[in-house]
């Protein structure tokens, strides 16, 4: 009886959270249910606390949405920061930067990236945070044509569908990556890059249709 006593008090109580742990496992009720599912009770039964223990951190679910959004496109938007601010490099190896760091991006902003990219623009948060990320492409894409002008990589594929390519493969770690199971970032980065830069040929055999 007592302890039915202490759940309930603690429960009631101000919240024991940190904001950043908060919004954190809210992200992650977002991602587990979907975001328009999720209520402010399914993410107070998350928490273990009331609802109005959560407004002591947020004004509303959207606040918590924004934030969300807001770090994983920034997390994001830094990456072609630094890329398109390299110095003695060439082009194709500002895109590979892209690749390589865009990965590392998405694994250590995991929840948030994930959520970024179930978004259905169906609020004006969600639709600005869409044309942000559309922005990301459009960045990639004048790097891989700034490549192919230098004819650094191959040029018979538009510099939109490889960028879209490159974003496909490694969005895709959203639907499988499991952080908790400790695989290597780096060994990941590498694969993709390996993978987008020389696709599935052997490089050990001799290829068929040179000869």
Same mark, same amino acid.
């Given at each position: ?150 004819? #650094? ?5 538009? *510099? ?7 974003? /496909? %493969?490694?969005? =895709?770690? $959203? !639907? ?6 400790? #695989? ?5 980065? *590498? ?7 020389? /696709? %599935?040929?052997? =490089?050990? $055999? !001799? ?5």
């Amino acid at each position: 009886m007592a302890n039915q006593s202490h759940t309930a008090s603690t429960k009631r109580g101000r919240p024991g959270y940190e904001r950043e742990e908060l919004l954190s496992i809210c992200v992650r009720a977002f991602n587990e249910y979907g975001y328009e599912a999720t209520s402010m009770g399914v993410l107070a039964d998350a928490l273990g606390i009331t609802k109005s223990a959560i407004y002591h951190h947020v004004k509303s679910k959207e606040e918590i949405l924004e934030y969300a959004l807001n770090r994983a496109l920034v997390s994001l938007e830094e990456v072609f920061d630094a890329a398109e601010s390299l110095e003695d490099s060439n082009p194709a190896e500002a895109v590979e930067f892209v690749t390589r760091q865009t990965v590392y991006a998405l694994v250590e902003q995991f929840d948030n990236v994930t959520l970024l990219l179930r978004l259905r623009g169906n609020s004006q948060v969600e639709t600005e945070a869409l044309e942000r990320r559309r922005e990301l492409t459009n960045r990639l894409s004048a790097l891989v044509k700034t490549a192919q002008e230098a004819k #650094e990589i191959r040029q018979d594929i538009s *510099d939109r569908t490889i960028a879209r390519l490159i974003f /496909g %493969m490694i969005n =895709s770690l $959203a !639907t499988w990556y499991r952080p908790e199971r400790g #695989e290597n970032v780096e060994k990941l980065a *590498d694969a993709v890059v390996q993978m987008a830069f020389d /696709g %599935m040929a052997d =490089s050990t $055999a !001799t290829s068929t249709t040179a000869r």
